[in-house]
């Protein structure tokens, strides 16, 4: 079901879908509905597939293009699929663009080209052609998962992208002090999200109104109240369950989709092995994380 962008209303939840695979080391498009009927149940607003947390460089395209299909197709009311791109060339990229709307995304997050010279260039012709509205993604290093790599552009050309005709909205990079500054040239009118889990509350302290961050995966209806919280100043009230997200992210990120991918696979999801090679999770980090999930009320 593709459902259109403005039923959506703020705060919202972006979830960087993880991908199911199976013994074989192939996409399980079967356990990805499974896992869909899942998140359905939860506060996640837009179910995004091609994230680096769902390890997009590990799949093909026609593995893509399905995959995207099948989620199209399963997600519930109000809530609408996106596709993921991360290309520096503009004809690949609406060629990308029109291939992902026919399998039933509403929405496509493009990450800023990690040149600054060109990014106007780009986005003239990207924004201009889109079928699709898009989110813009400023992730410097996609796998430098909770560390702040250096910006890929100045504030103020990353706000002047975001204002643009065709733009959804913006995803910070990890340096607050950095984004504080980008969010006086995104305009109102476009969202502004935080990329982390574990910053939700900081984002909000500097105009954040929603997120898309791989935490999200485990934990969405958490990331909607803290959103909410902080957007309303109840940062006493929200503290304890943001440490609880916090405690858990610090545990599993650092092994990018084998640590998320042990959480989900805790808590009932299907597939949730990495596609290989695959990075260890040791034992001790294992057992830490059931305990911290516990607590949690996750398992």
Not at 82 to 92: H, L, T
Not at 266 to 294: C, D, F
């Amino acid at each position: 079901m593709k459902n259109e962008l403005s039923k959506l209303n703020d705060p919202l939840v972006g979830l960087p879908m993880l991908t199911p695979f199976n013994d074989k080391d192939e996409v399980d498009y079967d356990f990805a509905q499974y896992n869909i009927e899942k998140w359905n149940k939860t506060d996640a607003d837009i179910i995004i597939v091609g994230t680096a947390s769902g390890e997009e460089s590990f799949l093909n395209e026609a593995e893509k293009l399905k995959l995207l299909s099948v989620v199209s197709d399963s997600i519930g009311e109000g809530k609408v699929s996106c596709a993921g791109i991360d290309s520096p060339s503009i004809k690949e990229t609406l060629r990308l663009a029109n291939e992902y709307e026919k399998a039933g995304a509403s929405l496509l997050r493009i990450r800023y080209p990690r040149k600054e010279s060109v990014i106007n260039e780009y986005f003239n012709d990207v924004l201009k052609h889109s079928p699709l509205p898009v989110l813009l993604m400023h992730q410097g290093d996609p796998l430098n998962f909770g560390v702040a790599p250096k910006p890929v552009a100045n504030p103020q050309l990353l706000g002047e992208i975001a204002s643009m005709d065709n733009v959804f909205g913006y995803v910070t990079e990890h340096d607050m002090r950095f984004e504080s500054t980008v969010r006086n040239y995104v305009p109102e009118n476009k969202k502004f999200w935080i990329c982390n889990g574990s910053m939700i509350l900081l984002g909000t302290l500097i105009g954040c109104n929603g997120t898309t961050t791989a935490f999200a995966n485990i934990w969405p209806n958490a990331m909607k109240n803290l959103l909410k919280m902080g957007i309303e100043g109840k940062y006493n009230e929200a503290k304890n369950l943001q440490r609880k997200v916090k405690e858990i992210d610090n545990l599993m990120l650092p092994f990018i989709a084998s640590g998320i991918k042990y959480c989900l696979k805790e808590m009932g999801y299907k597939g949730m092995v990495p596609r290989k090679p695959i990075t260890k999770l040791p034992k001790n980090i294992q057992m830490e994380i059931s305990k911290k999930l516990a607590d949690a009320k996750l398992i």
